[in-house]
């Protein structure tokens, strides 16, 4: 077989109707995939959907692709394999209806066969539309990558392979593989399979040939146990990959075409009870966890194998060992990822099933998709060593009835029937789950709140859901629900953790969401209960839509009450460890500090110049805070730093003088706060542990400042999925960076490569991703480059009176992935 990327040379315009198209239509653009094609609509405060969609419109788009369909493809058969379209994707070939796909985050292949011209030029049209159907971002197009398969009449199924390693100890694994082996010929074929695993450096160390008979137009299964002697076993810390190859062969006629495929895996077992909690290779395991949105913007949802990858490793270096899939399959992008850099994977499947949350969602699909869609998830996770539980479905509002009860049986139940390898859970929210019976309460509560304020409303709101999460009600109406799967997964309940042990003494328990301003709490909650296995932040990364989510807004007025969405320019929900960048927020030291992965403190300054404002922040805000010492304030200015450790105590000292202790560590929720005046300088904490200093910090002002640009890497690949990512900063002649003014930075690309993408971590901004200029935010912005082929690249940074910066990188062919077609 092959399968090569079919990512060059499509065009995309938008779609209007047939007869406007046929009378000639909007004009058409040339892409390479994978493309977000809403990334380029015009955002604007009319947008229908507006908050939740980042104000970005929806549309419909059209994609064309022409292609060569050599004579010799008459014997053989045909696919395109697309790993993502959003959405209702409708696939064209020759001007003929060719396959459909409804949710837009599954993996799917269209036959060509039927409609091929052998010999001649082909074209494939894939169409694709989005409208008020997300609650976030969602996108728009063929957003992830796309591959052409060919395969012999006589084949194995490539994309159905399946390995498992059900029995593993120190002296063997057995490893088990089901081959689907397909026969598209007249003629009945006998056959010989090979098998073999492939360690790490592509030694066999097990091997078995298996005889085949295979009926005309006819599928069967081979079945192998091979053994593996002193396996070395996949782990977070060490994530040792085999490789699984399958190899067919006519026993007849020698010269019969031959097909092969290679599975990449790993050897691990997976074993979980409320005593000893989750046991990767028989060591419990606590998942520190992050909810991900798909989105990786400044790329929109724009599937980039190189972005994946990056999410993961810095993921990963700020202490994460999960992510959880929030709320739709993973890319396989990052699942290979995962699997390489040693991340667990919390897979889900929908945020709804037939409750709407929008007007056009998926609601309207799941009662005729939904069993398709979990096929294509288990499908395309099964091999993935990372993966090592699935979802049904976040909030869903069913969870707390009994026909949802019934349904989270049928759809754990389908999973279960193709795959019992992994751990299934739910993501309740017991607030959803009964809100038709408590919401004249909540609406009786806020209505005296909103008079107080945005502060109140909040406080009021997380009073109430708490009330809520642990009434009996709720324990009663979820009870089926969880039952139905192997680990309860709880949205913002910690309170339930202890609760519910009396009343279900064999239940498991996930946190499957957190709230950020809780950390502390939810992780002493996680660590104190063996049948808690983990919890799950929201968010590990910032994403575009649901914006200001955890915003801080500001005032001098006494009664401003705040809240509710905030207006056009707003892009993102501002939440999460990580900007859109790929940059740390002080949450994500804190965090660190909480798991008891970080001793040296960290001193976050909260903005000076909003100081003695009245702060107005949102449910899932963090305190709105910058690593820095170098503020445009007089010096002079009041200042409020706050200072996150694990020691006893902090003391913190600005040049030279010490402005005194405070107390931290787990008992004061590991923080400390100061006030003080600012003057530029060296600001340091200092931890004490049993009365004696320890770990030290300091933050620098920084002193004049000069444009620097750095590339994470020198070389890349033209393959089609990789990326540089340049990062544009202002620093001083000691590396300090200059957060205190932000300046609008443009970038130029030499040779063969493109601006991919360009953008800051502004919350609120109506620059576009798109342009070749964009206002740094706290003295950083990122510029993405894609190379378009072999040879050197030039990125220049320039800024008004500052030297220009100059990036140089190098583009290599890739001798492992295939050109792209």
């Excluded at 909480?594 to 040296?600: A, D, H, I, M, S």
Aim: aromatic share 10%; glycine share 8%; charged share 25%.
């Amino acid at each position: 077989m092959t399968k090569s990327l079919f990512n060059a040379r499509w065009s995309v315009r938008r779609k209007i109707s047939g007869f406007v198209d046929l009378m000639g239509g909007a004009e058409a653009t040339e892409v390479t995939l994978p493309h977000d094609a809403m990334l380029g609509f015009a955002r604007s405060r009319e947008v229908v959907g507006g908050a939740s969609a980042a104000f970005y419109p929806g549309g419909e788009v059209e994609y064309s692709k022409r292609f060569q369909a050599p004579s010799d493809w008459r014997e053989k058969r045909v696919s395109v394999e697309f790993e993502g379209v959003y959405r209702d994707a409708m696939v064209f070939v020759n001007d003929e209806f060719a396959g459909q796909w409804k949710y837009g985050y599954s993996v799917f292949r269209v036959s060509l066969d039927p409609y091929l011209r052998y010999g001649s030029e082909n074209v494939i049209r894939v169409e694709a539309r989005a409208h008020q159907d997300s609650r976030w971002y969602s996108g728009l197009g063929i957003y992830r990558d796309v591959h052409l398969v060919v395969v012999p009449l006589i084949h194995v199924g490539d994309d159905d392979v399946k390995i498992s390693t059900p029995d593993v100890d120190d002296e063997w694994a057995v490893v088990e593989s089901a081959v689907p082996v397909i026969n598209e010929s007249a003629i009945t074929q006998r056959l010989d399979l090979e098998v073999e695993v492939r360690d790490h450096a592509g030694s066999v160390v097990a091997r078995e040939t298996s005889p085949i008979t295979v009926a005309p137009n006819a599928r069967t299964i081979a079945r192998s146990r091979l053994y593996v002697a002193d396996p070395h076993r996949w782990s977070c810390d060490d994530p040792y990959l085999y490789t699984f190859a399958a190899r067919l062969h006519g026993q007849d006629d020698p010269s019969a075409p031959e097909d092969d495929v290679t599975v990449p895996f790993g050897i691990r077992t997976l074993r979980v009870d409320p005593y000893r909690g989750l046991r990767i290779n028989d060591q419990t395991v606590k998942l520190r966890g992050a909810c991900i949105h798909h989105d990786n913007a400044p790329l929109g949802a724009a599937t980039f194998r190189r972005a994946e990858e990056r999410r993961i490793e810095l993921l990963k270096e700020a202490g994460f060992n999960a992510i959880r899939s929030s709320h739709s399959p993973l890319s396989p992008a990052m699942l290979d990822a995962c699997d390489r850099l040693g991340m667990l994977v919390f897979d889900e499947t929908f945020d709804a099933w037939t409750e709407m949350n929008k007007p056009y969602d998926y609601t309207l699909d799941f009662p005729e998709w939904w069993e398709r869609d979990i096929d294509a998830m288990v499908r395309k996770d099964f091999n993935h060593p990372s993966v090592i539980l699935y979802c049904i479905g976040n909030e869903i509002h069913e969870y707390g009835s009994g026909f949802g009860g019934a349904r989270a049986r049928d759809i754990a139940e389908r999973i279960r029937g193709r795959d019992e390898t992994r751990f299934i859970t739910t993501a309740v929210s017991g607030f959803w789950a009964v809100a038709s019976e408590v919401i004249d309460d909540l609406k009786a509560r806020l209505e005296n709140a909103v008079a107080r304020g945005v502060n109140d409303v909040m406080n009021e709101m997380t009073e109430f859901f708490d009330e809520v999460t642990v009434s009996d009600t709720v324990g009663v109406k979820t009870a089926e629900s969880h039952a139905a799967v192997d680990i309860a997964g709880l949205n913002y309940a910690e309170s339930r953790y202890a609760l519910d042990i009396p009343a279900f003494p064999n239940r498991i328990v996930l946190g499957t969401e957190t709230n950020p301003r809780d950390t502390a709490k939810s992780w002493n909650a996680t660590i104190a209960h063996n049948h808690v296995i983990g919890g799950f932040t929201w968010a590990g990364w910032d994403y575009l839509g649901e914006v200001g989510l955890g915003r801080t807004e500001y005032t001098d007025d006494p009664d401003a009450k705040g809240g509710g969405d905030p207006d056009f320019p707003w892009r993102t929900a501002w939440v999460g460890d990580f900007d859109i960048t790929g940059f740390r927020r002080p949450q994500s030291y804190y965090r660190e500090i909480v798991y008891g992965l970080r001793q040296e403190p960290y001193i976050a300054v909260l903005r000076p110049d909003h100081h003695g404002q009245r702060r107005l922040e949102m449910q899932w805000a963090w305190s709105d805070a910058v690593s820095s010492w170098t503020w445009d304030v007089p010096t002079g200015s009041p200042a409020e730093v706050e200072v996150y450790s694990d020691a006893d105590e902090v003391e913190l000292i600005l040049n030279g003088v010490s402005l005194g202790r405070r107390h931290t560590g787990g008992d004061h929720d590991f923080r400390a706060s100061f006030e003080l005046a600012f003057e530029p300088g060296e600001l340091t904490a200092v931890g004490y542990r049993g009365g004696r200093a320890s770990e030290a910090t300091s933050l620098l002002t920084a002193t004049g400042s000069q444009l620097i640009a750095s590339a994470d890497r020198s070389e890349v690949l033209v393959d089609g999925g990789d990326l540089a990512f340049v990062t544009i900063e202002f620093r001083d002649g000691r590396g300090i960076l200059d957060a205190s003014r932000d300046r609008l930075v443009n970038v130029t690309v030499d040779g063969p490569g493109e601006l991919q993408a360009l953008g800051s971590a502004c919350p609120a901004s109506e620059e576009s991703f798109l342009a070749s200029s964009c206002t740094t935010f706290d003295g950083r912005a990122l510029a993405i480059i894609r190379p378009t082929g072999p040879g050197e690249i030039q990125v220049t940074v320039t800024s008004d009176e500052m030297r220009p910066s100059v990036v140089h990188l190098t583009a290599e062919r890739s001798s492992v992935r295939a050109p792209l077609v």
